[in-house]
């Protein structure tokens, strides 16, 4: 009998969506599947910020448990949650094409911009872009899946919320009250979904081989190795967008203080040809730029 594929996924809206992708396109190609949701760590505590829990992986770590132990086959991911070291016996197999990688801005009211105003997010990243830009804000954080961070924003008082615009797609939940901001740096590999295999499932790997698209594997990759060489947890304030464009990468990087008042940042282009250890270089320049300093700082900070 051919092998059932035992797909594991988060049991959020947004992540059963990204499952049933992967579920389809296998069941497409002639595979039998199962889904197996799996509540995350990061699901269920959400009265803290997530740098506080410090679990390196938090939204991953269940699955990859249930990997290791045979619960599950393969892991559906959305790719800016997953840690650059992947756990022993672990693989990534399959990036999808990815999705739009804008963040945008759920709001009540945009008058808010040019005064004081009060902005919800739970990422660090967003946070330190939204107070470099905007210095007189007030951020607070905001956690849960994405219909409760809607709702809590329509129970508050906040002036607005921020997003990742593919996530609110997806499930079909993006309100008409937005705006792009086509200004903010998003997460190494946002709107892209991965999928993970065991490295000596030859059945299951060589069918999710099927699914990866090339020009999203490169761009992602690039962005990760960014993310990677400048030692950032998914959690730190660093943002990286890489786009082919024709044979060439574009690629712009950033990093900020925690406070957002200091902003180390690099646009740089390459041939696809030469893309190699791109992501690294890039870091490596912002390392020398005073990254270094400012990844200690950061990392000192977050202990406390």
Known sequence: MEKVIKIGTRDSDLALFQAKTVQKKLTDLGYQTELIPVKSTGDIVLDKPLYELGITGIFTKTLDVAMLNGTVDIAVHSMKDVPTLLPKGIQQTAVLKRASTLDILVHKRLSFLENTGTIATGSLRRKAQWLNKYPKHQVVDLRGNVNLRLQKLEDNTWDGAIFAKAGLERIEVLPKNYINLDWMIPAPAQGAMVVHTMMNDNFCTEALQKLNDKDTDICTTIERDFLR????????????????????????????????????????????????????????????????????????????
């Open 229 to 304: 060489t400048l030692e950032g947890g998914c959690t730190a304030p660093i943002g990286a967008l890489a786009i082919i464009e024709k044979n060439e990468v574009l690629f712009k990087g950033v990093l900020f203080s925690l406070d957002g008042s200091r902003k180390i940042e690099i646009n740089k282009s390459i041939s696809l040809d030469n893309k190699t250890n791109f992501g690294a270089i890039c870091a490596r320049e912002i390392l020398e730029n005073g990254g270094i300093d400012l990844m200690k700082e950061i990392k000192d900070k977050m202990k406390r």
